[in-house]
């Protein structure tokens, strides 16, 4: 069970912008040291699997895990996957740069704690660092609780990709045409018409310039994995 009146709260951190994560590092110490609660930035990693590998070798877990979204290789989403597979109660309040609804959904829906955008205060991210670890949740405001509460309950879902439609979706940002898109894949053109048509069915989209508008969107295009044609 937590202490009631905690001294420190140890955090990790990932985010691949060394300055942006060393900068809010020190900003939470200093601002914390005028609290009760006072914040030990224990892990820092530039990387999702760099986290995960800090994390496997601590001999002891952070109290909070700032989770940026957009990083190279295992990105936010996934690392978030692989955090509640591994440590199931550990806390995490992720991060981004853009507010996004989209993301916000991905996020709570791989079982995020709280959600913030990078352009709040300082004072925010204290406080969001504060009610994770006391709460166990924490949103910047009422409309985006309700959000992450529909989540939750499964009134808003995910929608479901197969492994061959989330293979898929980054050729759709580039210049082939489905009959090299189905020898890129090692597949028929058949396959391919029946991969995009139930992609435009799942993601609620009519034309492929929206698919892609639409996975980039949503992080589910990454653009640094996007195959060259």
Known sequence: MRNSTPTTIRVAYADDHAMVREGLCELLTKMSARTEEKIEVCIQASTGLELLEKLEKAKELPDVCLLDIHMPG????????????????????????????????RMIARGADGFIVKNNSGEQLLKGVLSVYNTGAYYADQATMKLAH????????????????????????????????????????????????????????????????????????????????
Not at 76 to 102: C, P, S, Y
Not at 159 to 184: G, H, M, N, S, W
């Open 74 to 105: 295992l990105n936010g989403f996934d690392t978030m996957v692989e955090l509640r597979k591994r440590w199931q109660h550990l806390r995490v309040l992720a991060i981004t740069v853009f507010e996004n609804e989209h993301h916000l959904i």
């Open 150 to 229: 529909a989540v939750k309950t499964g009134r808003i879902r995910e929608p479901r990709l197969t492994q061959l439609e989330q293979d898929f979706l980054p050729f759709v940002c580039t210049d082939l045409t489905y009959d090299e898109i189905a020898e890129k894949m090692g597949t028929t053109r058949p396959s391919i018409d029946g991969l995009r048509v139930s992609l435009f069915r799942k993601l609620e989209v009519a034309t492929r310039t929206a698919l892609a508008v639409y996975g980039i969107k949503t992080g589910l295009i990454p653009l640094e994995l996007t195959p060259a044609a």
